[in-house]
C-alpha cells in the first residue's frame, strides 16, 4: 500500500508500486517517440495530439491530460515562443525551424507516468539547439542529484546550476521559468512536493526511497517573464524568445534515482 506523510499529498511507493509506475513511464516514453517521428514540416500539431492518444489507448491506458481540469487534448504542444501547456491545434501547421516541447501523460492501472521531450522540426538553428540541449542537460543535472537522504532542493539548485553553466558556455542569457516547475507523482499526476527549479540546496522535504517526482525544466532564451494566453491554457514567453521543455518521471530508490520514463528494455 501506498505511505503517505502525515498531512502532506506526498506518497511513498514500495517497489513494486514504483515498477508499475515503470511500465506507465514506458508507455508515456513509446507515445514520445511516436510523435517525435511524426513531428515533420507540415504536419499539425492535432495530428500529434491524435497519434498520442491512439497510442495511449491501445496499450489499454488514459491519457492523464484529457480532461484535466478541462484540458481539451491529451499532450501539451508548445511551439517555439510557447513554454507550457500548448493545445494541439489542426491549424498549427509545423514548419521547418520550429521547436515544439510535447508533454504527455498516461494513466495505467491506477499509476501516472509523465515526461515531455523538445523536438526540432526540421533544420533548427545552432542556436535553438544549444537552447534546448541545455536544457536537456538541467533536466538530468537535476535527476542526478535526487540521491536518497538529500533534500529537495537539491535537485532544484542542480538544475540552476546546469543553467547558468550553460549561460555562461553559450554566451547566452538563458531564462529559468521560475513560476512552472516539476512535483510529486503517483496516484494523481500532480502532488506535492512543488518542485521549483532554481533555489538553494538543502531545503524542503527529505528525498526518501518510495518518492517518485517529475523533474521539469523549462529555458528560455530571453528573459523568462511569462504570459497566459487568452486560451487559459498556453503559456509563452513576454518577449517572444523561443522556449524548451524537457521532463522525466524519476524514483528516488536505496541505490540512487531511477527514470520511470524510459522505453521499455
Known amino acids: 500500500m501506498v505511505a503517505r506523510w502525515r498531512g502532506r499529498d506526498i506518497e511513498l511507493k514500495s517497489p513494486a508500486e514504483l515498477e508499475a509506475m515503470r511500465a506507465a513511464g514506458a508507455l508515456v516514453a ?35 491530460f484529457l ?115 516539476g512535483h510529486g507523482i503517483g496516484t494523481s499526476m500532480h502532488m506535492d512536493p512543488f518542485l521549483p527549479n532554481h533555489g538553494a540546496p538543502g531545503q524542503g522535504p527529505r528525498l526518501r526511497p518510495g518518492l517518485a517526482l517529475a523533474v521539469e525544466p523549462m529555458l528560455t532564451a530571453g528573459d523568462p517573464e511569462t504570459l497566459e494566453l487568452a486560451d487559459g491554457w498556453t503559456v509563452v514567453t513576454a518577449d517572444g524568445a523561443r522556449a524548451v521543455h524537457w521532463e522525466h518521471t524519476v524514483a528516488i530508490t536505496e541505490d540512487g534515482p531511477q527514470i520511470l520514463t524510459l522505453p521499455a528494455g
Open 30 to 64: 513509446r507515445t514520445l517517440v511516436a510523435v517525435t517521428e511524426l513531428a515533420k514540416p507540415g504536419v499539425s500539431t492535432a495530428e500529434l495530439d491524435a497519434l498520442a492518444e491512439q497510442t495511449i489507448r491501445a496499450a489499454g491506458a488514459v491519457p492523464s
Open 67 to 181: 480532461g484535466y481540469h478541462g484540458f481539451p487534448a491529451s499532450i501539451c504542444s508548445s511551439v517555439n515562443e510557447q513554454i507550457v501547456h500548448g493545445i494541439p491545434s489542426p491549424t498549427q501547421v509545423l514548419a521547418d525551424g520550429d521547436m515544439v516541447s510535447v508533454d504527455c501523460g498516461a494513466v495505467l492501472e491506477g499509476w501516472h507516468g509523465d515526461a515531455a521531450v523538445t523536438i526540432h522540426v526540421g533544420a533548427v538553428s545552432p542556436a535553438d539547439l544549444a537552447l534546448s540541449a541545455a536544457c536537456e542537460a538541467a533536466l538530468h543535472a537535476g535527476i542526478a542529484a535526487a540521491a536518497p537522504g538529500g533534500r529537495l532542493s537539491d535537485i532544484s539548485h542542480a538544475v540552476q546550476v546546469a543553467c547558468e553553466q550553460a549561460a555562461e558556455r553559450d554566451g547566452v542569457a538563458y531564462g529559468i521559468v521560475e513560476e512552472y516547475g
